[in-house]
């Protein structure tokens, strides 16, 4: 306000009651003065700046008033004034941009609620600051997804086009589409969530924990999930909230991890009281039985020797039914038993996939999709696998935990449709087929290999034990060495024998001024290193490393490189500037065949040292040459002062010896002498006060030097 001349006063008063927004721009462009109902748009400095640079390029000889029509459909109008001040007036487009109230748009507010425009009053650095909302203009570069929700057709949905967009929505969108984490935005109240969003909409944050959720992404099957939800309301410009931020945490992998461990445990405690396998089986299946989502249906199948009706023909071994879960035992997909020894090539759905296992001893997979999961597997009990159609089964084959693994049992269970078969999935299948497989294992050895095999079962737990806790240990010791390296002063490296780095702190990358990615490609030969190392060190680095790989011997070594030292003098506040120096200390890692396996150590940023010596040898030099000098004037100053000394002594000399040698009389005190004498009396005299003016002109010459060396001369010029 104060910057606007006295002459356009009056106009600001007119302006500061007129309803359409308006502003009063200065002659290099800058807006010094803006109304109520100009700040009350949703329009930034930038995009203001931009209305002006069109409508500056819109000039057209002496025209005094022009129009333009912007990108959010407000038609503005500029009027020139004197000395290059002109005005800007929307007018048009202005009265709908206040009018929805909801997540889209802001509330029409009063004039003083509505948020103040910062003043930028031309400052470089807000000119030069970067543009970040990608939501009202378009930017190079934007990531694929985020150039995806751009792109996307807002028009159609109910929160509108993304002109229209409210400040606190924009913030929202650009602060969600930077975070890493998964977030959402909800602009109602979302069915499933109803009474959580109706808490968080009255203003009440809302934490839910490991809450499922039903997912189903494009071109996939519907996926049973678990997040952690915060709920957090989006306050508008009125003080009411206007949308709700949801930021979640996805917890499926800890949910599922501890259902399936509970799974584990139950199983175990129940067949752990099995000693024959006509036991093991329906335990086994007790077990199991609580896990309807990851086990939907299981069939167990013991193998026995199926006793021929002739004496002719060969044993054989044979299928027989020893229960079911999730499934009815009457299935008519399920036989009762079936012979190994028949349809090796050509068995009919479930007994083919039986048959695989049986000749493989591996678990095989069965699918809807392909056809090798028969349709009548793929429904379980009701109030298993979320009633959902079941896509995939494993057959899994049970055998001994010995040398010859003989098989015992074959166990068919169909697996969850909400959850993918993936790595971890197969582990839970196979901890809990290797829980029946050792107990079963158990029960058919002989009593001493029973025995025998407890206790090197119970030693391999304690030594798995042991590695697990070592191994915990080393883990530990690790990360407390890592933390060390990462935190301490110094660059710590390690590199193998042929030159790979094997670990680096942050500490060593910044001294060479490189990242982990420039510095995995380095190798010790030299070439990789020219555009680091000093020309003249570079050989003498390449052999310190040729030295520990021969000699096997510590070395320390220090060397330049090709970057510059800078700094800053503590005491003087002068930028100091030189050669980058480091102090290398390495040694070798010998293994057990002699040769060296790795070589690690220190570097050490020495600048500052040699930079301090460089510093005193030059001050030594200086002081030395100063004494030189010192010595050089006092001599020359002596010489000089001894000339005229010399020359007084004799003139005094010569005085004393021609009054002594006169034969007059001194009468009263005066003497008279002839006038030849008189004269040589004279002239010597003139010369004494000659050499004594010279020998004052030494004098005072030195003294104003020392003057001049302690600042203590004063120059000024004569009046």
Same mark, same amino acid.
């Given at each position: ?16 009651s ?16 803006r ?88 400052s ?8 970040f ?31 229209t ?20 935005v ?14 968080a ?32 309301p ?17 917890? $499926? *992998? @800890?949910?599922?991890g ?6 584990v445990?139950? %199983? &175990?405690?129940?067949?752990?009281? /099995? =000693? ?33 009706? $002739? *004496? @002719? ?8 039914l020893?229960?079911? %879960? &999730?499934?009815?035992?009457?299935? /008519? =997909? ?30 095989i ?34 055998t ?37 497989r ?34 915990l ?11 060390m ?9 390690m ?38 190392v ?30 510059p030292?800078?700094s ?33 150590g220190?570097?050490?940023?020495v ?17 030395l ?8 004037f ?24 021609t ?61």
């Amino acid at each position: 306000m104060d910057d606007i001349p006295v002459e356009l006063r009056g106009l600001v008063t007119y302006l500061d009651s007129d309803d359409r927004p308006s502003a009063i721009v200065s002659g290099a462009g800058v807006v010094a003065y803006r109304n109520a109902s100009f700040k009350g748009l949703p329009l930034l400095e930038h995009e203001a700046q931009l209305i002006l640079d069109r409508l500056r390029r819109a000039d057209e000889g002496d025209k005094q008033v022009q129009k333009i029509v912007a990108d959010d459909g407000r038609t503005w109008k500029r009027a020139h004034l004197l000395n290059g001040w002109t005005t800007l007036v929307c007018v048009g487009g202005y009265e709908d941009q206040t009018q929805d109230a909801g997540i889209g748009l802001e509330p029409d507010l009063p004039s003083e609620t509505k948020p103040e425009i910062p003043e930028t009053n031309g400052s470089p650095m807000l000119a030069k600051s970067e543009y970040f909302d990608w939501t009202r203009l378009a930017a190079a570069g934007l990531p694929p997804w985020t150039q995806y929700i751009r792109d996307f057709d807002w028009a159609s949905t109910p929160v509108g086009p993304m002109q229209t967009w409210s400040l606190h929505l924009r913030s929202v969108v650009v602060y969600m589409m930077n975070n890493p984490q998964p977030r959402l935005v909800v602009w109602d109240i979302y069915e499933g969530l109803r009474p959580y969003f109706e808490q968080a909409w009255r203003g009440n944050p809302v934490t839910l924990k490991e809450l499922p959720v039903m997912m189903q992404r494009e071109g996939s099957a519907v996926e049973e999930k678990h997040f952690d939800f915060s709920l957090l309301p989006i306050v508008g410009q009125d003080g009411h909230p206007i949308g709700i931020l949801d930021e979640l945490v996805d917890t $499926t *992998q @800890a949910v599922r991890g501890r259902r399936r461990r509970d799974s584990v445990r139950n %199983v &175990g405690q129940m067949i752990s009281s /099995a =000693t024959t396998l006509k036991q093991l089986w329906p335990a086994f299946l007790t077990g199991l039985e609580p896990a309807v989502v990851d086990a939907p249906y299981a069939v167990l199948y013991s193998i026995q020797d199926d006793v021929p009706e $002739t *004496q @002719a023909e060969a044993t054989q071994k044979k299928c027989v039914l020893e229960g079911t %879960v &999730g499934i009815g035992a009457d299935h /008519a =997909t399920l036989p009762p038993e079936f012979s190994l020894g028949m349809h090796l090539n050509t068995g009919p759905g479930l007994i083919k996939a039986c048959l695989q296992a049986w000749q493989t001893g591996e678990p095989i997979t069965l699918h809807s999709t392909d056809g090798s999961l028969p349709p009548s597997l793929t429904s379980a009990n009701p109030g298993r696998a979320f009633d959902e159609e079941i896509r995939t089964a494993i057959v899994a084959p049970i055998t001994t935990a010995v040398a010859d693994e003989e098989m015992l049992g074959i166990l068919v269970m169909g697996l969850s449709p909400r959850s993918p078969y993936d790595e971890e999935y197969k582990l839970w299948t196979h901890i809990v087929s290797d829980l029946v497989r050792k107990t079963a294992t158990l029960i058919v050895l002989p009593e001493e290999q029973r025995r025998a095999q407890k206790i090197a079962n119970e030693l391999n737990d304690s030594l798995a034990q042991q590695l697990r806790v070592t191994t915990l240990q080393a883990e530990r010791s690790e990360g407390k060495f890592r933390r060390m390296a990462e935190s301490a002063p110094q660059g710590m490296y390690m590199f193998d024998a042929e030159g790979k780095t094997l670990h680096v702190n942050d500490r060593y990358l910044a001294m060479l001024g490189e990242t982990r990615e420039q510095h995995a490609t380095r190798r010790p030969d030299g070439d990789d290193w020219r555009d680091q190392v000093h020309p003249e060190d570079l050989d003498r680095f390449i052999q310190s490393w040729d030295i520990i790989m021969q000699k096997k011997t510590p070395i320390t070594i220090e060397y330049r490189l090709k970057k510059p030292w800078k700094s800053v003098d503590d005491t003087t506040g002068q930028d100091l500037e030189g050669e980058t120096w480091l102090l290398a200390n390495a040694f070798p890692d010998i293994g057990a065949d002699g040769e060296v396996i790795a070589v690690m150590g220190w570097l050490t940023d020495v600048s500052h040292r040699r930079m301090a010596e460089k510093l005193l040898a030059q001050r030594l030099n200086d002081a030395l040459e100063n004494k030189r000098q010192t010595e050089a004037f006092i001599d020359m100053t002596s010489h000089e002062m001894r000339n005229p000394l010399s020359a007084i002594l004799q003139s005094a000399d010569s005085i004393v010896s021609t009054l002594t040698a006169t034969v007059m009389p001194i009468v009263g005190g005066n003497v008279s002498v002839s006038s030849e004498t008189a004269d040589e009396i004279v002239d010597a005299a003139q010369t004494i006060i000659l050499c004594a003016q010279h020998q004052k002109r030494i004098v005072d010459d030195i003294l104003t030097l020392s003057k001049l060396d302690a600042s203590l001369l004063v120059i000024s010029p004569e009046k």
